[in-house]
């Protein structure tokens, strides 16, 4: 019998243990934690991300500052939105939600987060923290996958893991903190030879490539185990879409234990940057 991950109970554990902790941190500093949201432009997807982290502030008591700025809202504007954030001893933690409009580079904007306040774990200084194993502060999709693994899996050492897809957001990170765990991993992506037999090879197979459907279930070891990260929505017939992942679910019979879509990796997603937040407000008042 394959075990069906539960994301969704998972970050609820989680989000209890925020809560209190949350809830201490007020006590002692006479403030809440504090993550600023900056969302630019219009893009829908954004901004129900963006909605949904805001709601899950407010559910634990961790404070939370939107910024919803109009589509040609400048990169130095943008800059300096950032530096007074930075400056601001209320604000713990900063988010700008990804993607970009057109016009304002990424790069400039991430290296502009002081890394004590990036809790998104984008800033090369928490880049190259996770790539030596020191303590940062670490994506949240790569955390919640670790998190869930963690959950099925008692001894990672040696096993053979493979990354199907290499984004900074996910791929190379969720990589890299399997290696800190002494797995054996390979990164493939969309120029990969032979993909199905890399990922046959694999006890643990994190797939996070965008494309919907891609692992069929005859890539898949028995007794693997499967996350899936692909958040992609498909027009489904006459009655409107649903949201898939990058696996086949259906297919997924022979893998030990295997995350869906909804209600795996998504909601750890969010919890993880909570978590992120009230860390790196404890780390501002030491
Ligand atoms: N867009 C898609 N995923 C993310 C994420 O994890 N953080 C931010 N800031 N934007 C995103």
Redesign the pocket.
């Known amino acids: 019998m394959t075990a069906i991950i539960d994301g969704k109970a998972s970050a609820e554990r989680l989000l209890a243990g925020i809560a209190a902790d949350a809830l201490a941190f007020r006590q002692e500093h006479g403030m809440p934690p504090t993550l600023a949201v900056i969302l630019i432009g219009d893009d829908p997807a954004?901004q129900v991300?963006v909605g949904r982290k805001i709601a899950a502030c407010r559910r634990v008591g961790i404070g939370s500052i939107e910024h919803r700025l109009d589509g040609d809202f400048g990169e130095e504007a943008l800059l300096a939105l950032i530096d007074r954030l930075n400056a601001d001893a209320k604000v713990h933690g900063i988010?700008?939600?990804?993607?970009l409009p057109q016009g304002i580079r990424a790069n400039p904007v991430l290296d502009r987060i002081t890394p004590e306040k990036d809790v998104?774990g984008?800033h090369p200084v928490n880049v190259g923290r996770l790539s030596i194993g020191s303590d940062g502060l670490m994506?949240?999709?790569p955390l919640g996958c670790m998190i869930l693994l963690d959950s099925v899996i008692q001894d990672f050492r040696g096993l053979s893991a493979v990354v199907v897809g290499k984004s900074n957001?996910v791929g190379k990170p969720v990589a890299l903190l399997m290696l800190e765990r002494e797995c054996t991993v390979t990164v493939t992506h969309i120029h990969t030879r032979g993909l199905p037999d890399i990922v046959r090879s694999a006890d643990i197979v994190v797939v996070a490539a965008g494309s919907p459907g891609l692992v069929r279930g005859d890539w898949i070891k028995p007794g693997a185990v499967v996350i899936d990260v692909g958040i992609n929505r498909i027009s489904d017939g006459a009655d409107g879409s649903r949201i898939v992942g990058d696996c086949v679910f259906e297919e997924m019979s022979h893998a030990r234990a295997v995350s869906p879509v909804p209600g795996g990796v998504g909601p750890m997603?969010i919890a993880c940057?909570l978590s992120n937040t009230v860390r790196a407000a404890r780390r501002q008042v030491r």
């Not at 988010?95 to 993607?99: K, N």
């Open positions: 954004s991300y988010l700008v939600q990804l993607p998104d984008f994506p949240c999709t957001i997603t940057l």
